[in-house]
């Protein structure tokens, strides 16, 4: 009986490092989705006195939220 070693990757060309990478990538991709999303249904919440007060108009929501990305 003959035993082979070889050093390919386990994922099909995909090594373990870059796969933790990838998952960590996609983690904080999610993560910062989801405190916007929070945010938006936070600030759907309050009244239309309580939005005139730091500015912002219920249409503006989303475009006060991802001001960053989109429309800056």
């Known amino acids: 009986m003959s035993s082979n070693t070889t050093n390919t990757p386990v994922f099909h060309g995909i090594d373990a490092t870059?796969?933790?990478?990838?998952?960590a990538r996609s983690f904080e991709a999610y993560a910062r989705r989801r405190s916007r999303l929070d945010r938006i249904e936070a600030l759907q919440a309050m009244s239309d006195?309580?939005?005139?007060?730091?500015?912002?108009?219920?249409e503006?929501?989303?475009h006060y939220v991802f001001r960053d990305l989109c429309w800056a």
């Open 18 to 23: 870059s796969l933790r990478a990838w998952f």
């Open 49 to 58: 006195v309580q939005l005139a007060a730091i500015g912002i108009r219920r």
């Open 60 to 62: 503006q929501i989303v």
